[in-house]
């Protein structure tokens, strides 16, 4: 495939999340531009609306509007989060500052993951929880005052800090967090900053400070760094050609992937940079590039969890043997995303294993071909898609569907860069 053209990827799907969940905390109305429209950022907006906040239609290309009450209301019926972890885990942190019972609940993949990575520091701050299935869901929580925590966190996920960062928000009380190994993604701490709350780092520890409330913003949302890397891999295994994607979110927490690239032999130009609402944001300018393995140290996974998929993909055409260290997390995804990332790569003809919580790619030139599982996980999905845009591929995705949970219209997005070249 050749590629070419200027492109755009959907709104940044953390950002989008933390911009509905905040703007439905705030007394008045926010507007969030470039918002992603994806099945997961519509389950935050379904049980926020259910919880008491207006919000308009997600709809591409529009502005989404929210008019919160500066306070949850007590829900009258179950919360389906759908198959949005971030929803769920976050709406727990909020849910814990509020005198109030709330059920969640979400499809057969969400209740599957764990929760208690979150209950149980949550419960330290003084929320209660039923937990009728165990570690995960549905579950009921019974909000209320809450104690100020200090919490040296078992594994770094964003996803618990920023759970544990809206509790002190809801709840008015300081929140100290460490993390383990390296740093996942800051875009709480950098919207919460934004927005005038006090939020510092030092000596390994995020410190938070309540005081005031959430006023009403305007937010543009950049594309998602996430969903731009499937199209970077494109241009990188394309024939000839080369792919402007403007407007992608470069927070340091979420660039790791351009580093591994980089050291790959792919080297990505960041143009134009500018800054909004206290997030980075840049067109990335990539061009085909022969690869090389690297390794992949445990210190930067926290910093691209969610784009290892993609670059085991990138590495099974890469010269040499890439190593993932210390990636047991991806198997508590969407799906177990460690596993089907090894099996999926044997499968279209690719020299992958497990080892541990290592994870092990050998290159190869042969064309990749044989059926993909994706266990509706998104992200496995788009990655075997780009490994079929090779020549000679024949690569059968079992659900390209899922790929809507973060990048609505992926096919047609990745056959557009190709057309654009033509």
């Known amino acids: 495939m050749k590629v070419g053209g200027r492109v755009r990827v959907p709104g940044d799907k953390s950002i989008t999340h933390r911009a509905l969940l905040l703007g439905a905390m705030a007394r008045g109305s926010s507007h969030i531009g470039g918002a ?50 971030t929803t769920t885990r976050l709406l727990l942190g909020l849910l814990s500052g509020h ?62 800090k ?8 809801a709840g008015g009380v300081e929140v100290e967090l460490r993390e383990p190994t390296g740093r996942s993604r800051d875009h709480t701490e ?14 390994g520890w995020i410190g938070f400070r309540p005081g005031g ?32 994607i403007a407007g992608v979110g470069v927070n340091p927490t979420r660039t790791g992937f351009l580093d591994v690239l980089e050291r790959m032999g792919g080297g990505i130009a960041v143009e134009d940079p500018v800054t909004h609402f206290g997030e980075p944001v840049a067109d990335l300018l990539v061009r085909p590039a022969t690869l090389r393995a690297t390794e992949v140290a445990a210190g930067e996974i926290p910093g ?11 590495a099974s055409r890469a010269e040499g043997t890439t190593v993932f260290r210390q990636v047991g997390e991806l198997r508590v995804k969407e799906s177990d995303r460690l596993g089907l990332v090894a099996a999926n790569l044997r499968a279209v003809g690719a020299t992958a294993e497990v080892s541990g919580d290592d994870l092990f790619v050998t290159g190869g030139e042969a064309p990749p071909r044989g059926r993909v599982r994706t266990a509706a996980d998104h992200r496995l999905a788009m990655a075997f898609a780009v490994l079929g845009t ?33």
Not at 215 to 244: H, K
Not at 306 to 313: F, G, Q, R, S, Y
């Open 213 to 244: 409330r959430i006023a009403p913003f305007d937010l543009q949302v950049p594309g998602d760094p996430s969903s731009a890397v499937f199209l970077v891999a494109a241009a990188l295994l394309a024939e000839a050609g080369e792919l402007r």
């Open 304 to 314: 691209l969890i969610d784009e290892i998929p993609m670059l085991a993909a990138l």
């Open 36 to 85: 992603l429209t994806s099945l997961d950022a519509r389950s935050s907006a379904r049980v926020l609306r259910a919880l008491g906040a207006e919000i308009s239609p997600l709809r591409a290309g529009e502005v989404v509007t929210v008019r919160g009450a500066g306070r949850l209301r007590r829900p009258q019926r179950t919360l389906d989060c759908g198959n949005s972890g």
């Open 99 to 160: 005198r109030f019972p709330a059920t969640l609940t979400g499809d057969a993949s969400l209740r599957r993951r764990p929760m208690r990575r979150v209950t149980v520091p949550l419960t330290e701050m003084g929320a209660r929880f039923e937990e009728p299935a165990g570690d995960g869901l549905p579950l009921t929580i019974r909000g209320g005052p809450l104690r100020a925590l200090r919490y040296a966190m078992p594994v770094s996920s964003a996803q618990i």
């Open 390 to 422: 090779l020549p000679g591929a024949r690569v059968r995705v079992d659900d390209m569907v899922c790929a809507a949970v973060s990048f609505p219209d992926f096919p047609s997005a990745l056959r557009a860069i190709g057309r654009r070249a033509a």
């Open 190 to 203: 950098r919207m919460l900053r934004h927005l005038g709350f006090d939020v510092v780092e030092r000596e």
């Open 162 to 169: 920023s759970a544990l960062l809206l509790a002190g928000v």
